[in-house]
């Protein structure tokens, strides 16, 4: 068995929709290493969270779409052949998600205790540990404590016995967490996890995510649109535009140097605080429509370096350097 | 608005409080339910007259001391046989709202949440039930079954359920939405562990308001099958059965007619004024007024 934990290749998705055949995935490749945190950052848009449901096949089919050849491996297994009761055995213990709005994503009606040990019950199922599962509440409830104790939650008697509506975002995040790590998955997909909460708490969280990866030995795909969040937390970053992963590098090496001017553009584009004066910069144009893409390279529509083979010829990812990948044809030798 | 969640119902509690007319509908209904219940568990050991036994010497009495609603065209004392009847609408308002409740429920919440052919298959399947008005759907089914107490709850059944379907269904499909349906589906819960442990739980707060307001509806059209000589049959004292027998004697011994017209009426206005007050309750918008 590969030491991936998750291995995407050529990942084609499509959506039929009333308008036309909207190309939401066009050619994803992408590994998550074990113990690794992979960061995925584009615009709204361009196909993060498609790609993050599409690993837990959550994506209705119809009306999306698996073109020939997409492979989803998770730990080798083609996720992308399974049935649903196979996708089902899969998600929660192997593959795990965190939602962007912790408002909405836990249910109202059951106190949040009960929705960690419904996560805690499942995996023990599996696991066909069934007289655990059945040996009582006593036990379950002892691990639902451990669970919120994991996530830094200071009076885990009391807030088991919450209801959702009664916690703040913070709180409601690290419950997520918690129910997410409960049922103890090799890969955590995490949706923007920290996108709704303020700026202090995020920082928190962040640094709670990147502390239980180590404790629990679990792999992050974390998706988001926030470059400041991606390097807080992630070991290596792919940037997706139009659908495409665009260029794909060790987190200090594409922070330091970016190759493709769409990264470049989105690294000018933060606010530094050394230089307030300064206009901001701004990415001209738009993300192009998915339901007819541009031909050749997506992004020469918005490009400042764009060339003639840029119109008409779609690149290819290349390694101009070891580690780091970029598709674009400044780097195509 | 959620279900288990108790400082939402200590507020539903003191709105409803609040509402007198609510409240004394709530207590009338009480009284009645309590006293089917009783009815139900002792017989006729704690009624004044056996409500069975007829004597012709003291047919149609008016009211009086001894016979305080009168007395019927076989002798039987009217009090007695109204006390006596309690149970019966109880009876048939409870089990046709709760397997309609349960039934309905759950083929709605099925079909909402499923979608696609399933929910098109149920669905117009309750469109059937529903094109048919309720009380004539209802006879059709207590005469090919033949009349009785039992038939008449079986034919009031096959009407009623299809409205909680629809109910469920709606709510199911606002809730299918729902990011934590979503996160559940990603926690690796199946189709129905996901319909029995989010959806059902989320849904059953407004069928359950609806059942309250429902209840007087089936004990309505529960009397008029009985009424029509489709539900229970003498000389079992149903209040719908009661009114028919009386009918003759009109205008002669009117209290035969009036009287076990009046006790339905009374429990009826009761369940809808305390089932009025409880769905204003729950709804929020309803109460800040």
């Given at each position: 068995m590969s030491a991936?934990?998750?291995?995407?290749?050529?990942?084609?998705?499509?959506?039929?929709?009333?308008?036309?055949?909207?190309?939401?995935?066009?050619?994803?490749?992408?590994?998550?290493?074990?113990?690794?945190?992979?960061?995925?950052?584009?615009e709204s848009g361009c196909g993060k969270t498609v790609l993050g449901l599409s690993v837990l096949g959550l994506n209705p089919m119809p009306p999306a779409e698996l073109l020939e050849g997409s492979r989803i491996l998770f730990t080798g297994r083609d996720v992308a052949g399974l049935t649903q009761n196979e996708l089902t055995l899969i998600r929660g213990t192997g593959i795990s998600m965190i939602f962007q709005e912790p408002m909405t994503s836990l249910n109202p009606v059951f106190t949040v205790g009960e929705q960690i040990a419904e996560s805690l019950r499942l995996r023990l199922q599996r696991e066909k540990a069934e007289k655990a599962a059945?040996?009582?509440?006593?036990?379950?409830?002892?691990?639902?404590?451990?669970?919120?104790?994991?996530?830094?939650?200071?009076?885990?008697?009391?807030?088991?016995?919450?209801?959702?509506?009664?916690?703040?975002?913070?709180?409601?995040?690290?419950?997520?967490?918690?129910?997410?790590?409960?049922?103890?998955?090799?890969?955590?997909?995490?949706?923007?996890?920290?996108?709704?909460?303020?700026?202090?708490?995020?920082?928190?969280?962040?640094?709670?995510?990147?502390?239980?990866?180590?404790?629990?030995?679990?792999?992050?795909?974390?998706?988001?649109?926030?470059?400041?969040?991606?390097?807080?937390?992630?070991?290596?970053?792919?940037?997706?535009?139009?659908?495409?992963?665009?260029?794909?590098?060790?987190?200090?090496?594409l922070f330091r140097e970016p190759l493709h001017p769409y990264t470049q553009g989105l690294l000018a584009s933060l606010p530094r605080l050394s230089d307030l004066d300064k206009e901001i910069e701004q990415l001209p144009g738009s993300v192009p429509d998915a339901l007819s893409p541009p031909e050749g390279c997506s992004f020469h529509p918005r490009c400042r370096h764009v060339m003639n083979e840029c119109l008409t010829i779609p690149p290819k990812l290349v390694t101009p350097r070891s580690g780091h990948k970029v598709a674009c044809h400044l780097y195509q030798k | 608005m959620s279900l288990f969640d108790k400082s939402e119902l200590k507020l539903t509690g003191t709105y409803l409080?609040?509402?007198?007319?609510?409240?004394?509908?709530?207590?009338?209904?009480?009284?009645?339910?309590?006293?089917a219940v009783v009815v139900a568990l002792t017989g006729d050991f704690l009624l004044p007259h056996d409500p069975y036994v007829q004597n012709f010497a003291e047919a149609l009495q008016a009211p009086s001391l001894v016979h305080p609603f009168g007395t019927d065209d076989?002798?039987?004392?009217?009090?007695?046989?109204?006390?006596?009847g309690a149970p019966f609408d109880a009876q048939i308002a409870f089990v046709v709202v709760l397997v309609s409740l349960a039934l309905g429920g759950s083929v709605g919440a099925f079909a909402g949440y499923l979608g696609g052919r399933i929910e098109e298959a149920m669905m117009r399947i309750t469109d059937i039930f529903l094109s048919f008005p309720a009380l004539v759907l209802a006879m059709a089914v207590a005469i090919a079954i033949g009349p009785g107490l039992t038939n008449s709850m079986m034919?009031?059944?096959?009407?009623?359920w299809p409205w909680y379907a629809r109910i469920?269904?709606?709510?199911?499909?606002?809730?299918?939405?729902?990011?934590?349906?979503?996160?559940?589906?990603?926690?690796?819960?199946?189709?129905?562990?996901?319909?029995?442990?989010?959806?059902?739980?989320?849904?059953?707060?407004?069928?359950?308001?609806?059942?309250?307001?429902?209840?007087?509806?089936?004990?309505?059209?529960?009397?008029?099958?009985?009424?029509?000589?489709?539900?229970?049959?003498?000389?079992?004292?149903?209040?719908?059965?009661?009114?028919?027998?009386?009918?003759?004697?009109?205008?002669?011994?009117?209290?035969?007619?009036?009287?076990?017209?009046?006790?339905?009426?009374?429990?009826?206005?009761?369940?809808?004024?305390?089932?009025?007050?409880?769905?204003?309750?729950?709804?929020p918008k309803l109460r800040r007024r």
């Open positions: 991936e934990v998750l291995s995407i290749e050529n990942l084609r998705l499509n959506f039929s929709t009333e308008h036309g055949t909207l190309y939401a995935l066009r050619g994803v490749d992408l590994r998550v290493g074990r113990n690794e945190v992979v960061g995925l950052v584009g059945r040996s009582g509440s006593a036990a379950i409830e002892d691990e639902v404590l451990d669970a919120l104790r994991l996530v830094r939650i200071a009076d885990p008697e009391r807030v088991a016995h919450r209801y959702p509506h009664e916690l703040s975002g913070g709180m409601k995040q690290r419950v997520m967490i918690a129910m997410a790590l409960a049922a103890k998955p090799s890969l955590l997909v995490a949706d923007e996890p920290t996108t709704a909460l303020d700026v202090t708490i995020q920082a928190q969280i962040l640094r709670l995510m990147r502390d239980l990866m180590r404790e629990v030995q679990t792999s992050i795909l974390f998706i988001t649109h926030d470059l400041g969040v991606i390097a807080e937390i992630a070991d290596r970053v792919a940037v997706m535009y139009a659908g495409q992963i665009v260029e794909e590098a060790n987190v200090h090496e | 409080l609040k509402n007198k007319l609510s409240l004394a509908g709530g207590v009338v209904a009480a009284a009645y339910l309590a006293l076989l002798g039987r004392d009217i009090f007695t046989r109204v006390i006596a034919a009031l059944l096959v009407v009623w469920a269904r709606g709510e199911a499909l606002s809730v299918k939405s729902s990011q934590y349906i979503e996160a559940a589906h990603a926690a690796g819960l199946s189709e129905f562990q996901v319909v029995v442990r989010h959806v059902l739980p989320n849904i059953l707060m407004p069928l359950l308001v609806y059942a309250t307001l429902d209840i007087s509806n089936v004990i309505l059209t529960g009397s008029i099958l009985s009424f029509i000589g489709l539900g229970a049959q003498p000389p079992q004292p149903e209040w719908g059965r009661m009114v028919f027998d009386g009918q003759d004697y009109l205008a002669s011994a009117w209290w035969m007619s009036v009287i076990p017209a009046t006790a339905i009426f009374v429990v009826v206005l009761a369940f809808s004024l305390f089932g009025d007050g409880l769905r204003d309750a729950f709804d």
